[in-house]
């Protein structure tokens, strides 16, 4: 049985990794490392209980630190594991430094190496997520595209061979989780009432490590009508401690503050939304899954299709009103699945005991 190191190290990662694991697993031997990106509980660690994941071969716990310091340890530990385990392809995820790091050991130990969700561009490189996905599509041996959009991306850059279009994972993981979520889970935990709230997602870069961009956009939550419910990922309540905006929070009646919630959770929350506002690529797609209108707070999105049809709007906060847009939100056009039909890991593990014999 051919040997695949899988890595990974954030919350979306796992999601992913639940899903592809439970079809690969019937036909390869996986290690999977998870290099501890995300290294709060509620972020990450829950996934493996919630979600039955398979517990780790490895667990680096980097944790957070600059990128360049986080690549490079994560680049350090990983050499190690490959030359323990040496493995006969590696796998990766999406666009984070995990994947970077990922990408560079692959090639420079001359192992296959696949790319899950490959092709997608924002087109800003000042992200460092683009940056990480485009280095990592350049040396991957197999790619593996969510929407013919990705190809198309691809082909512009000269990469034809070893692309595959099987649509997205993150689609299959909600397919099989939403029935859980709800059997697990009910509004009244949050004390919220269907389409009686608006959902808030905020950690990008972008968006956090300037005082500018996230006081404006604390203050577009604050003018929103209804209540915002926003779970708070741990770098954008650093950064308002750092930057003393506590009181924007504090101050304003609407915005309701809790700690990261488990992704099944979200998966319910986002369900009975009446809308999300997010800055985050997979949310804007479960938005999307779950048929609810999404505002995103970014100038650019790698999932072009779901503005293209409706779905989500780029709003910012620097120049627009987002409670504004709120009061206009509608429902995108209703269409067939844009991101496959719910069968890519199958459609992954097949061409894999193809490529890998």
């Not at 992913?16 to 031997?29: M, P, T």
């Not at 530990?77 to 050991?105: F, H, M, R, W």
């Not at 998966?267 to 938005?287: C, F, P, R, Y």
């Not at 269409?335 to 193809?354: F, M, R």
Request: aromatic share 8%; hydrophobic share 40%; proline share 4%.
């Amino acid at each position: 049985m051919k040997k695949i190191l899988t890595i990974a190290g954030t919350r979306p990662q796992l999601v992913k990794i639940a899903a592809v694991s439970r079809i690969l697993r019937e036909s390869f031997q996986e290690i999977l490392v998870n290099t501890g990106q995300h290294y709060d509980y509620n972020m990450a660690g829950v996934f493996f209980d919630e979600l039955n994941i398979p517990k780790p071969d490895y667990d680096l716990g980097i944790g957070s630190d600059s990128h360049g310091r986080q690549t490079g340890k994560m680049l350090i530990a990983l050499e190690e594991i490959v030359d323990k385990e040496q493995p006969d392809a590696i796998i990766v995820y999406g666009d984070t430094n995990s994947t970077l790091a990922g990408a560079i050991i692959a090639s420079k130990r001359h192992i296959p190496l696949i790319h899950i969700e490959a092709g997608l561009r924002s087109y800003n490189k000042l992200m460092p997520e683009e940056l990480n996905r485009v280095m990592t599509d350049h040396v991957s041996t197999l790619l593996f595209t969510p929407t013919e959009t990705a190809v198309r991306n691809l082909q512009k850059e000269g990469i034809t061979e070893g692309v595959y279009t099987v649509g997205d994972v993150m689609y299959d993981a909600v397919i099989y989780n939403m029935e859980l979520a709800e059997r697990r889970f009910n509004l009244q935990n949050f004390d919220l009432v269907s389409k009686q709230y608006y959902l808030g997602t905020i950690h990008r870069a972008e968006n956090t490590d300037t005082k500018e961009q996230l006081t404006a956009i604390l203050k577009a939550f604050s003018k929103v009508e209804e209540k915002v419910y926003l779970p708070l990922h741990p770098r954008t309540k650093n950064k308002i401690k750092e930057y003393g905006l506590a009181s924007l929070l504090t101050d304003s009646t609407n915005i309701h503050i809790v700690e990261p919630v488990s992704y099944l959770e979200m998966l319910l929350l986002e369900k009975n939304a009446k809308a999300i506002i997010t800055d985050s690529g997979g949310v804007q797609k479960e938005a999307y899954f779950m048929k609810v209108p999404c505002v995103t707070l970014r100038l650019q999105t790698e999932w072009i299709e779901t503005v293209e049809y409706g779905w989500n709007q780029l709003v910012d906060p620097l120049t627009e009103d987002l409670a504004e847009v709120l009061k206009y939100i509608q429902e995108g056009l209703p269409i067939n699945n844009l991101y496959g039909s719910g069968d890519a890991t199958v459609k992954i593990t097949n061409i894999l005991k193809e490529m890998l014999k």
